[in-house]
């Protein structure tokens, strides 16, 4: 089993920067691969960028490569989005995510923090 709780949403202006936090527990997290995975209501959930915990394999999505930076912290179990560049499209849930695979099923999921990016 792993817990996810994300943190670090808010309210920002178009071209602002947000940092997401997703504190993670359970055992063999080394094991996971961790993502971030952003939706908007009435929409299917989208994939934003996904990582080993080593940081040798990441992925992203072509709407946030260069403006998006997933990093993690193996020592304190936690998972960061760095966020620049926001724009309003980029409103949405974003929740954070653990699985097996860099961009397949995930099979754990934090609450979900809310961004908000104003024009």
């Known amino acids: 089993q792993v817990q996810l709780v994300e943190s670090g949403g808010g309210l920002v202006q178009a071209g602002g920067s947000l940092r997401l936090y997703c504190a993670a527990s359970g055992r063999t997290l080394s094991r996971y691969f961790m993502g971030w995975f952003r939706q908007v209501p009435g929409n299917k959930r989208e994939f934003v960028a996904s990582m080993n915990w080593s940081g040798t394999s990441i992925s992203y999505a072509g709407s946030v490569k260069g403006r998006f930076t997933i990093s993690g912290d193996s020592a304190k179990n936690t998972v960061f989005l760095q966020m620049n560049s926001l724009k309003p499209d980029d409103t949405a849930v974003y929740y954070c995510?653990?699985?097996?695979?860099?961009?397949?099923?995930?099979?754990?999921w934090g609450q979900g923090t809310q961004v908000t990016v104003s024009s």
């Open positions: 995510a653990a699985g097996f695979q860099l961009t397949g099923t995930f099979d754990y």
